[in-house]
Each structure stands twice: as structure tokens, then as C-alpha cells.
């Protein structure tokens, strides 16, 4: 066992030495330094300024009770030496399949809030309360993509998270944002994110409560140049309307964004949904790319399990 710590303690050193060299570079504050890179140690470990999050995914080992705790402090230990930090620097959670309202519950009240950079914005994060922080570092190209297509256009943000995608657009001088996600506690957050920057327009920039899958049969056609549509692989939330489950339904939810996009108008499509298989024949357009490649941040090289999509009206 002692040759996996050593192996676990060579691979993180040697990683961390690259990426943080290119994170440097490029003037970002939070990266991923490993994802499962090995079966025996399954973590994923991001980088946020001083402080290191971790997330270990459950897995079916043979350890007892007592041998797994030995294991974990063994491996939280090495982490402390090749980041160089204190215990109390590292959060770590314990990953299961979430479905439903699960994946965003709160789980303490420690609120251990700091500020990041990315691309010359800041975003608030959250280490200690949520199962994920408040950013999503794998979509870092695409709201780069979304900055740089935003200027005088529309931009409708559902499914909105802590609205990082609006944060961008408006950073793009988009004429007008709207964000939109089920959860009053990250649109607040949302807000927070858009007013830190210092971007923050109420004449421009609309933030909304609500199921996305109601609103959006609200939005007449043409109202929007820019969609962005990231949402949850499934979705059984009390205050929404039915069951979502992105394989089955993703066609039907694409297809009303493309009824209130504007001529020429454009989504931004993504899913975590790592079997994902786009129903290309039922979409109301033939103008389809996938995008997953460009979009892959230097960190996430050979570890993304997500898939991006333009599609054009």
C-alpha cells in the first residue's frame, strides 16, 4: 500500500508543478490539479487561491473502517505536503450520484466565502457549505466565449447556478442579461457575483426565480440573440413541474430555445450527462456544432466528461 501513497504523492507533485505554472501564466486563482487520475485515490482536487477542495468519490473498496480512516489520513496528508497547507485549508466532501434537489442541498453553515479570479473577473465561492462551490472551473472557455460574443446582444442564462455565465456577458457589454435558475439562494448569489464586479444594471440585467421549464413558455418569440442552457442531467425538484431528465427531453427544451431566439440568434448547449447522445434529427435546425473540443480548459485536458454544443437558428 505504501508504493500507492507513493505513486498517489509523485502524480500530485508532478501535476500541480505543471498546472500551476500555466494557472499562473494566465492569472487564475482556481483550478483542477487531479481528477481520479488514480483509481486507488478517488478525488477529485481543485485549487482555490490558499485554500484546496476536495471532493472523494465513493467507491467500492475492501477496506475496514479502521483501514479506510488510516487511508484518508494518510492521503489528506499528502495533500497538506505537496500544497504546502494547513488541515484546516482543505475541504473535503464525499461525493455520491445526486439526483433531484439533492445535488445543491446545504450541508453546513460555516460559510467560508472567498473571492477568486478568473479572466480579469471575480467570483464569489464557497468552500464549506455546498457540495460544489459556486463555480464550475471545466465551462472557464465558454464563458470566455460567452464574453467575447455578448456585446449589444440579449443573453438569457437558464439554469443559471450562481450566474457566472451572466457575469461574462455583462463583462461583454451585453445589452441586456437575463438570469434565471429554480433556486432563490443562487439567484441571490447570482446578483452578489454581477454587484462584486461592479456590473450590476437593473435597467439591463434581470434576475428570476423561477422553474425555467415554466418560463420559458412565457418568453415570446425573438426575444433573445444569446441562450446559454447547462442543465441538470435530472431533475425532480417539488417546486418544478413534472420530472427533467436530459437525455429524454433535451430536444423538446432545445427546441423552445430556438423558437424565442432572435434571427441568427444562437445556444450555447452543454450536459454533465457523460452518455449523452444528441438527438441531431429532432432539433429545428441544421446548423449543429460541437464545441466540446475548444472548450476544454488547460486543466481539464483528457478529464472533461461533459459535451458542448452551438447551435444556430
Known amino acids: 500500500m505504501q508504493d500507492k501513497f507513493q505513486s498517489f504523492e509523485n502524480r500530485l507533485s508532478k501535476v500541480?508543478?505543471?498546472?500551476?505554472?500555466?494557472?499562473?501564466?494566465?492569472?487564475?486563482?482556481?483550478?483542477?490539479?487531479?481528477n481520479v487520475d488514480l483509481p486507488e485515490f478517488p478525488f477529485i482536487i481543485d485549487v482555490y487561491k490558499d485554500l484546496i477542495y476536495i471532493a472523494e468519490y465513493k467507491s467500492k473498496h475492501k477496506l475496514s473502517d479502521e483501514e479506510y480512516i488510516e487511508w484518508l489520513q494518510q492521503s489528506m496528508l499528502i495533500v497538506q505536503k505537496i500544497f504546502s497547507v494547513d488541515a484546516e485549508h482543505i475541504y473535503l466532501k464525499r461525493r455520491e450520484r445526486q439526483r433531484g434537489e439533492k445535488q445543491y442541498a446545504k450541508l453546513t453553515q460555516e460559510k467560508k466565502e472567498l473571492i477568486v479570479d478568473e479572466n480579469g473577473l471575480s467570483f464569489i465561492v464557497n468552500l464549506s457549505d455546498y457540495l460544489d462551490t459556486g463555480l464550475f472551473l471545466d465551462h472557464r472557455i465558454t464563458r470566455q466565449l460567452i464574453r467575447d460574443l455578448s456585446e449589444n446582444k440579449s443573453i438569457l442564462n437558464l439554469f443559471s447556478y450562481t450566474g457566472s455565465f451572466s457575469v461574462y456577458a455583462a463583462a461583454g457589454n451585453a445589452s441586456k442579461v437575463t438570469t434565471v435558475d429554480l433556486s432563490k439562494t443562487y439567484i441571490h448569489w447570482a446578483k452578489r457575483n454581477m454587484q462584486y464586479n461592479k456590473l450590476y444594471n437593473p435597467d439591463k440585467h434581470e434576475f428570476v426565480q423561477e422553474d425555467v421549464l415554466l418560463y420559458l413558455k412565457t418568453i415570446p418569440p425573438d426575444s433573445y440573440d444569446i441562450i446559454i442552457l447547462d442543465p441538470p442531467t435530472f431533475s425532480n425538484s417539488k417546486r418544478m413541474e413534472g420530472v427533467f431528465e436530459i437525455q429524454?427531453?433535451?430536444?423538446?427544451?432545445?427546441?423552445?430555445?430556438?423558437?424565442?431566439?432572435?434571427?441568427n440568434g444562437?445556444?450555447?448547449?452543454?450536459t454533465n450527462y457523460r452518455d449523452f447522445e444528441l438527438n441531431y434529427s429532432t432539433i429545428h435546425t441544421g446548423s449543429i456544432k460541437d464545441i466540446t473540443n475548444q472548450t476544454i480548459p488547460f486543466d481539464f485536458e483528457g478529464k472533461l466528461k461533459r459535451k458542448c454544443f452551438r447551435i444556430e437558428k
Open 16 to 34: 500541480y508543478k505543471h498546472l500551476g505554472k500555466i494557472a499562473r501564466k494566465q492569472h487564475i486563482s482556481c483550478f483542477r490539479v487531479y
Open 248 to 263: 429524454r427531453d433535451h430536444d423538446d427544451i432545445i427546441n423552445q430555445c430556438l423558437d424565442i431566439l432572435s434571427p
Open 266 to 270: 444562437m445556444l450555447i448547449f452543454s
